[in-house]
């Protein structure tokens, strides 16, 4: 399957302190010039966290970091597309440890300090003599300059378009210099909350315990990736992995630190689940749903995320339509308790529904703001409760179809 390929977006944040990273094409998929197979590697043990799937189908990869985090003493990630090794029984398991171990043993570290993370066809085995090859090589071009990164990004991915990044700086060290945190992902389809089908690696110069690693990374995680949906589908290999390795400063943080920390965490998190919704298979339009008035967080995302999946508001997207029938619907059978009569409906900022019944606009001006912009917004307001989102989705189009039919053929 083709997959046209398109620019990075934006400047490549610089990797923290104490971080190499590579990636190569190892032979998992059938196009040589893409990456297939990433290694990150820490220069001293670090404390990792790590958020995952709730599908009670899930990949061996996933059980087997799952089983280890949050924890300390880790020294590197080793990741590999166009094999997701889900539903390969215990031979999934196998060539999960092997993966770990030879990452570990190819960067002198000890067993036990390498995690796992695989994406791609669901149901085949692993081919473990290219994949072990690929990382005693991986490991010997290990580097932390833009290009590693770009390499090192591009290797986590399945049918997306372009490698995503997010991150910056954040507090101070006891010298008086700032910490780094850099974040890649993949995704495009087959993503649905909670997780998507995505895979998420996110490494920072600070030391962190482990609580408040997997604290951090929760918190993040629950209003960037389960705020998310390219088709409502829930995969087998989700996983976002946090790596704080303390090389800026050996002291783990605290108070505003702790606290820049964990906003810098999120504001990445927000940035690459937005990447994943705009690089949705064939989507045209990326659509961003704000939910507000609800009597609760859940009961918001419950509505956004009902929004989100309807076929029929993605086509009406896709077809610059404002058809504000099937928005309002969507909410209606959400299962979420509210007063249609109070009910408002907005659309690029144009009010289109109120008091339970439509509001004159102009439908010509709304369905160019749809059609002349990426980026389209639907505002509902249920109420006046405490309960509010953000949650990204994108279109769908004919080319998800396509996509979609001849992905393993």
């Known amino acids: 399957m083709a997959i046209a390929e398109t620019p990075i977006r934006g400047p490549v944040p610089p990797l923290p302190r104490g971080f190499r990273v590579a990636g190569l094409h190892a032979g998992l998929k059938r196009n040589p010039t893409r990456e297939d197979l990433t290694l990150v590697v820490s220069d001293r043990p670090a404390t990792a966290a790590g958020v995952y799937t709730q599908n009670l189908v899930y990949a061996a990869p996933v059980a087997y970091d799952r089983a280890r985090t949050p924890g300390t003493g880790f020294r590197g990630v080793v990741v590999n597309s166009g094999n997701a090794n889900a539903c390969t029984g215990s031979r999934g398991d196998e060539d999960t440890a092997a993966m770990a171990a030879t990452a570990a043993k ?4 000890l067993e036990g300090s390498v995690l796992v993370m695989s994406t791609g066809i669901i149901g085949e085995f692993l081919p473990r003599e290219k994949i072990e090859s690929g990382i005693r090589t991986v490991a010997g071009q290990l580097g932390d300059d833009e290009a590693s990164v770009v390499r090192a990004a591009r290797g986590l991915l ?16 006891a010298d008086n210099a700032s910490f780094r945190l850099l974040g890649m992902a993949k995704g495009a389809a087959m993503i649905g909350p909670k997780l998507a089908t995505m895979l998420g690696i996110v490494v920072t110069d600070a030391a962190l315990t482990p ?32 790596i704080a390795n303390g090389a800026a400063d050996a002291e783990p943080l605290t108070g505003d630190n702790l606290e820049a920390c964990g906003a810098a965490l ?8 937005h990447e994943i919704a705009d690089d949705g298979e064939g989507a045209t339009h990326i659509i961003r749903i704000d939910v507000s008035g609800a009597d609760s967080r859940d009961d918001a995302r419950r509505v956004a995320r009902t929004v989100a999946d309807s076929p029929l508001v993605k086509t009406a997207v896709s077809g610059a339509d404002p058809n504000w029938g099937r928005i309002v619907s969507a909410a209606g059978y959400a299962g979420v308790g509210f007063d249609p009569g109070r009910l408002v409906l907005r659309v690029n900022g144009a009010e289109l529904f109120r008091n339970a019944a439509p509001v004159e606009f102009d439908a010509t001006a709304v369905s160019a703001s749809i059609r002349d912009n990426r980026e389209t917004t639907i505002e509902i307001e249920l109420g006046s409760g405490p309960g509010a989102i953000r949650f990204f989705t994108s279109d769908l189009t004919a080319e998800y179809v396509r996509l979609n039919a001849d992905y393993h053929t």
């Open 106 to 109: 190819a960067i002198g570290s």
């Open 266 to 273: 999120i504001e990445a998190c927000q940035t690459l689940a």
């Open 158 to 173: 399945t049918t997306d378009t372009r490698p995503k990044f997010a991150g910056g700086c954040f507090g101070r060290t």
């Open 211 to 242: 609580e408040d690693a997997q604290r951090l990374l929760a918190e993040a995680t629950e209003v960037s990736f389960n705020c998310v949906s390219v088709d409502g589908h829930m995969s087998t290999n989700d996983t976002v992995l946090l």
